[in-house]
């Protein structure tokens, strides 16, 4: 039993004049009843038990051209005595009962009479639903409307509910399309397709169902096109695509036929955050060649169209992707091959320098002994003097080659950053380290060149002591006793 049959259960009418009116603030009935002196007072008082939650109730009765009786709930002795006294005096004159809630909660706003508040929200202006919406939306931006009549079917967006509880109308798309969409009130009316796209419809339409469908084709167009802008009813609208277009049209007017390709087309533009630029887009231009002057009309093909589009263009990039890809794999196998050209020239100065004095070795015993010099006159002084020359060169070798490789694996490095940063604009940075392995690649040629550096090294370093030993085992102007004299020499010195 709804609340309008309780208060006439209570309240017999005197005609079939009834004024309801339920609203976001609040619900109220009266009418002209025909038992005044003979209602049940006590069940009149219940009714103030009818209000919900934070919800407050008052009953009044107005008896001809006098002051109204009214009864805020509380103490009832007042009221009864009051109501007694009109009683005792009541003549003739007409007595209206009036019964109105105010409706104060912050988290939901019950419907006591669906009916009523069906015809409140038709004789609205959906700028006015709009703006009422707005203001009544709670802490977590939603709106709900709990149907106190038991009979009722709920339906819901994600945003705003009409049903018996106030449980949750699904996942929230939030989403900003102030990046891609110039919308003149965008403060005023923050809202999106989505906060109006019924995700549970009733079986049978309503005027409440009728009117979201229109609002949510606003919000897709204010959604897609360039620019947009509401004033005085009447939506303005432009789009640069393929060809340019733009108009007013009365909101009122908008075709409701339309909405179902218009939505789809707005959710797969915003259905991925990331690639909302290139889709809307890609959008605008295929919608382009399909609008009429002074008319939003497309037919359904045009979203099978903008899929099609998409695949094509995500081929061609695909295409694109995969060549740049190559280029930096191919820029990183050149970087490899250049780490091991450093390491190779590394290890031929090595063999340069070793070999010219093994050359040089071999030559003067060689020549020496096969004139039949003796073993002690071969490495003579000015042999042995020029040895150790060349032994020094090869020492100075040694640190330039080390120096040399210093500064090739900085320039390596600089290479391997600017092959890094030379493809930022075209693609993610994340892609860029996805790709590069996050240096991994590099950083196992630094290494495979720094352990070659360092094993040439020693085996440069080790070959010219064996060398040098040689020498003095050899040389008849230096030996090892002349080396042990020198040095004890100096540390007496």
């Given at each position: 039993?709804?609340?309008?049959?309780?208060?006439?259960?209570?309240?017999?009418?005197?005609?079939?004049?009834?004024?309801?009116?339920?609203?976001?603030?609040?619900?109220?009935?009266?009418?002209?009843?025909?038992?005044?002196?003979?209602?049940?007072?006590?069940?009149?008082?219940?009714?103030?038990?009818e209000?919900?939650?934070?919800?407050?109730?008052?009953?009044?009765?107005?008896?001809?051209?006098?002051?109204?009786?009214?009864?805020?709930?509380?103490?009832?002795?007042?009221?009864?005595?009051?109501?007694?006294?009109?009683?005792?005096?009541?003549?003739?004159?007409?007595?209206?009962?009036?019964?109105?809630?105010?409706?104060n909660?912050?988290?939901?706003?019950?419907?006591?009479?669906?009916?009523?508040?069906i015809?409140?929200w038709?004789?609205?202006?959906?700028?006015?639903?709009?703006?009422?919406?707005?203001?009544?939306?709670?802490?977590?931006?939603?709106?709900?409307f709990?149907?106190?009549?038991?009979?009722?079917?709920?339906?819901?967006?994600?945003?705003i509910?009409?049903?018996?509880?106030?449980?949750d109308?699904?996942?929230?798309?939030?989403?900003?399309?102030?990046?891609?969409?110039?919308?003149?009130?965008?403060?005023?009316?923050?809202?999106?397709?989505?906060?109006?796209?019924?995700?549970?419809?009733?079986?049978?339409?309503?005027?409440?169902?009728?009117?979201f469908?229109?609002?949510?084709?606003?919000?897709?167009?204010?959604?897609?096109?360039?620019?947009?802008?509401?004033?005085?009813?009447?939506?303005?609208?432009?789009?640069?695509g393929?060809?340019?277009?733009?108009?007013?049209?009365?909101?009122?007017?908008?075709?409701?036929?339309?909405?179902?390709?218009?939505?789809?087309?707005?959710?797969?533009?915003?259905?991925?955050?990331?690639?909302?630029?290139?889709?809307?887009?890609?959008?605008?231009?295929?919608?382009?060649?399909?609008?009429?002057?002074?008319?939003?009309?497309?037919?359904?093909?045009?979203?099978?169209?903008?899929?099609?589009?998409?695949?094509?263009?995500?081929?061609?990039?695909?295409?694109?992707?995969?060549?740049?890809?190559?280029?930096?794999?191919?820029?990183?196998?050149?970087?490899?091959?250049?780490?091991?050209?450093?390491?190779?020239?590394?290890?031929?100065?090595?063999?340069?320098?070793?070999f010219?004095?093994?050359?040089?070795?071999?030559?003067?015993?060689?020549?020496?002994?096969?004139?039949?010099?003796?073993?002690?006159?071969?490495?003579?002084?000015?042999?042995?003097?020029?040895?150790?020359?060349?032994?020094?060169?090869?020492?100075?070798?040694?640190?330039?080659?080390?120096?040399?490789?210093?500064?090739?694996?900085?320039?390596?490095?600089?290479?391997?950053?600017?092959?890094?940063?030379?493809?930022?604009?075209?693609?993610?940075?994340?892609?860029?380290?996805?790709?590069?392995?996050?240096?991994?690649?590099?950083?196992?040629?630094?290494?495979?060149?720094?352990?070659?550096?360092?094993?040439?090294?020693?085996?440069?370093?080790v070959t010219?002591?064996?060398?040098?030993?040689?020498?003095?085992c050899?040389?008849?102007?230096?030996?090892?006793?002349?080396?042990?004299?020198?040095?004890?020499?100096?540390?007496?010195?």
């Amino acid at each position: 039993m709804n609340i309008r049959t309780k208060i006439q259960n209570v309240f017999l009418r005197k005609d079939e004049e009834v004024k309801i009116d339920d609203k976001f603030s609040s619900f109220k009935v009266s009418y002209m009843i025909s038992n005044f002196k003979s209602f049940d007072i006590a069940s009149a008082i219940s009714l103030m038990n009818e209000a919900k939650d934070e919800d407050h109730s008052i009953l009044s009765i107005k008896v001809g051209d006098s002051d109204a009786i009214p009864f805020r709930g509380g103490d009832s002795d007042e009221f009864k005595e009051n109501i007694g006294l009109a009683i005792k005096f009541h003549t003739n004159e007409d007595v209206v009962v009036s019964f109105e809630i105010k409706k104060n909660s912050e988290d939901r706003i019950y419907i006591y009479d669906f009916e009523s508040f069906i015809i409140f929200w038709e004789g609205r202006s959906t700028l006015d639903i709009l703006s009422l919406i707005k203001d009544n939306l709670n802490a977590s931006g939603n709106l709900n409307f709990i149907l106190t009549e038991s009979n009722l079917e709920p339906f819901y967006s994600q945003n705003i509910r009409f049903s018996g509880s106030s449980e949750d109308g699904g996942e929230k798309k939030n989403l900003s399309i102030s990046d891609n969409c110039h919308f003149g009130n965008l403060e005023e009316y923050p809202f999106n397709a989505y906060f109006f796209h019924l995700l549970k419809r009733p079986e049978s339409n309503n005027p409440i169902v009728d009117s979201f469908n229109q609002i949510s084709l606003l919000f897709c167009i204010i959604s897609i096109f360039d620019i947009t802008s509401i004033k005085d009813d009447f939506l303005y609208y432009k789009l640069n695509g393929y060809k340019s277009f733009e108009d007013n049209v009365k909101i009122s007017d908008l075709d409701v036929s339309l909405r179902p390709v218009y939505f789809k087309i707005f959710d797969w533009i915003y259905s991925e955050e990331s690639k909302v630029s290139d889709k809307i887009g890609l959008a605008r231009n295929i919608i382009s060649l399909s609008l009429k002057e002074e008319s939003l009309s497309i037919s359904d093909s045009v979203y099978l169209s903008i899929q099609s589009g998409y695949k094509a263009y995500l081929q061609e990039n695909i295409s694109k992707y995969i060549e740049i890809r190559n280029k930096i794999v191919d820029e990183l196998s050149w970087i490899s091959q250049k780490a091991g050209d450093i390491a190779a020239n590394y290890l031929s100065n090595y063999q340069k320098s070793i070999f010219t004095f093994l050359s040089f070795f071999i030559s003067v015993f060689l020549l020496r002994f096969l004139k039949g010099g003796e073993i002690e006159e071969v490495f003579n002084k000015e042999v042995t003097i020029f040895s150790l020359t060349f032994l020094t060169l090869s020492i100075i070798f040694l640190l330039f080659s080390r120096w040399n490789f210093g500064v090739e694996e900085e320039r390596l490095g600089r290479k391997y950053d600017n092959l890094k940063n030379r493809y930022t604009d075209l693609l993610d940075a994340n892609d860029i380290d996805r790709i590069l392995k996050d240096d991994s690649e590099f950083n196992y040629e630094l290494e495979y060149i720094k352990k070659r550096k360092r094993n040439y090294t020693i085996l440069w370093y080790v070959t010219i002591i064996v060398l040098f030993s040689t020498v003095l085992c050899v040389s008849s102007y230096l030996n090892w006793s002349g080396v042990y004299d020198c040095i004890s020499e100096f540390h007496c010195l």
